[in-house]
Nanobody, 127 residues
Framework: QVQLVESGGGLVQAGGSLRLSCAASGRTFSTYAMGWFRQAPGKERECIAAISRSGVSTYYADSVKGRFTISRDNAKNTVYLQMNSLKPEDTAVYYC????????????????????WGKGTLVTVSS
């Protein structure tokens, strides 16, 4: 089992940047595919970025492609989400999630495919 703790959220002006971090407990972080999801009020939770166990494969939702970058440091048990050129529509609670028993180069992009979740961190982008 793994515990996930997100950090780095906050209030930022449109056009600004934030970097989210997700620290995982345990010694098996490299065996999990990781993802960042977000949920805005009244909307479904959506995957915005995902990364494979090895880091060789990544996925981005069209809405964040070119602005957000997902990365992981398996030595530090941490996955990151660098968010640039933030827009008011990026306002949401951002969740880190982990999927186990996944092919080393596969990404998981659905909430149903994830096994563990953090509690989320709020990102608010003001116009």
């Amino acid at each position: 089992q793994v515990q996930l703790v997100e950090s780095g959220g906050g209030l930022v002006q449109a056009g600004g940047s934030l970097r989210l971090s997700c620290a995982a407990s345990g010694r098996t972080f490299s065996t999990y595919a990781m993802g960042w999801f977000r949920q805005a009020p009244g909307k479904e939770r959506e995957c915005i970025a995902a990364i494979s166990r090895s880091g060789v494969s990544t996925y981005y939702a069209d809405s964040v492609k070119g602005r957000f970058t997902i990365s992981r440091d398996n030595a530090k048990n941490t996955v990151y989400l660098q968010m640039n050129s933030l827009k008011p529509e990026d306002t949401a609670v951002y969740y880190c999630a982990a999927a186990q028993r996944v092919n080393p180069i596969a990404v998981v992009t659905t909430p149903e495919g994830m096994d563990y979740w953090g509690k989320g961190t709020l990102v608010t982008v003001s116009s």
